[in-house]
């Protein structure tokens, strides 16, 4: 059978010095196997200017212009995050390695890269399709990427006084949260921030998002899981006039006069995933999942 020649494109963690040995066994495996690699530019100069590593590539890149088969993704689920961020639209798939701790996303670990790969090239991986959620902001302007695969916050600014959100879903008027914020999440996210603030965790696919609050003032508001379908818009009032919105953890301000409306994208996003991996394993393994401390 003829060798395929796949085009992959590297991002890393520049802070994780102690991890480039795996970045050079996934170079060395990729120029066996003749595929063409390309490395997001500040991680390639972490590589070469700051750990002074021999790293050849067949180009180095910056923020969307590239075009591949694969994308590497080399970090925890935050470097992931930006890994998609970059992706959007395009369609090609993640593959995420684990040089962090927890890993939700960034789920293949560093001495498990050679097998995913050789799955990869033998077409025995599946790929997942997120979705992913967007928001606009009727009388602001948004400066960044305005797309998430995990969650999008709107959060208060001052350290003194929580902030109102008004809310409604599909038109219809849900509540008026009296909180430090409110977390609209993905089922990808669900296990982030959400989770963190007492959301549920909702399993991909599920066609769902879910509305958590964050240090809500009062304690009969409870997160509520809603149809992805759904048009979410937001009203936000404040003692300081300006809030932030936090997309994937990039925060912005914004001003009161600035409507939020968040919707699900008309893209998703594509993430390999190995055959043998399964979403309940995984919440036993990383969360510790109805593990009894009694039995240890």
């Known amino acids: 059978m003829a060798q395929q020649h796949l085009k992959f494109a590297i991002f890393g963690n520049?802070?994780?010095?102690?991890?480039?040995?795996?970045?050079?066994?996934i170079l060395?495996?990729?120029?066996?196997?003749?595929?063409?690699?390309?490395?997001?530019?500040?991680?390639?100069?972490?590589?070469?200017?700051?750990?002074?590593?021999?790293v050849q590539a067949a180009g180095v890149f910056e923020d969307y212009n590239?075009?591949?088969?694969?994308?590497?993704?080399?970090?925890?689920?935050?470097?992931?995050?930006?890994?998609?961020s970059r992706v959007g639209a395009k369609g090609t798939p993640i593959l995420g390695v684990n040089m962090g701790r927890l890993g939700f996303?960034?789920?293949?670990?560093?001495?498990?890269?050679?097998?995913?790969?050789?799955?990869l090239y033998a077409g025995e991986c599946k790929i997942e399709e997120h979705a992913i959620i967007e928001v606009k902001a009727e009388g602001g302007i948004?400066?960044?990427?305005?797309?998430?695969?995990?969650?999008?916050?709107?959060?208060?600014?001052?350290?003194?006084?929580?902030?109102?959100?008004?809310?409604?879903v599909d038109g219809e008027f849900l509540v008026t949260y009296q909180a430090d914020g409110l977390i609209v999440t993905t089922p990808t996210g669900s296990t982030a921030y959400n989770l963190s603030n007492g959301g549920p965790i909702i399993i991909p696919q599920s066609g769902s998002l879910c509305l958590t609050p964050v240090a809500p003032h009062s304690l009969n508001i409870r997160p509520i899981v809603i149809n992805d379908t759904a048009e979410i818009v937001l009203d936000v009032e404040?003692?300081?006039h300006n809030y932030l919105v936090a997309i994937d953890g990039r925060s912005e301000r914004m001003?009161?006069?600035?409507?939020?409306?968040?919707r699900k994208?008309?893209?998703?996003?594509?993430?390999?995933?190995?055959?043998?991996?399964?979403?309940?394993s995984t919440l036993r393994e990383k969360l510790m999942w109805g593990a009894d401390q009694r039995q240890r």
């Open 265 to 280: 994208a008309p893209h998703s996003i594509k993430i390999v995933k190995q055959r043998n991996q399964r979403y309940f």
């Open 66 to 84: 590239f075009d591949v088969d694969y994308v590497i993704s080399m970090g925890g689920d935050g470097t992931f995050l930006k890994a998609a």
């Open 105 to 119: 996303l960034a789920d293949v670990l560093p001495g498990e890269i050679e097998p995913a790969l050789d799955s």
């Open 14 to 25: 520049e802070y994780q010095a102690k991890k480039s040995a795996s970045i050079m066994q």
């Open 255 to 262: 001003t009161e006069q600035t409507r939020l409306i968040i």
């Open 238 to 240: 404040s003692r300081s």
């Open 28 to 54: 060395s495996y990729l120029e066996k196997r003749e595929a063409e690699v390309y490395i997001e530019s500040l991680f390639y100069d972490f590589l070469t200017k700051v750990e002074h590593l021999e």
């Open 142 to 168: 948004l400066a960044g990427y305005p797309f998430a695969l995990n969650d999008i916050a709107v959060l208060k600014r001052d350290d003194a006084s929580m902030i109102s959100i008004r809310t409604q």
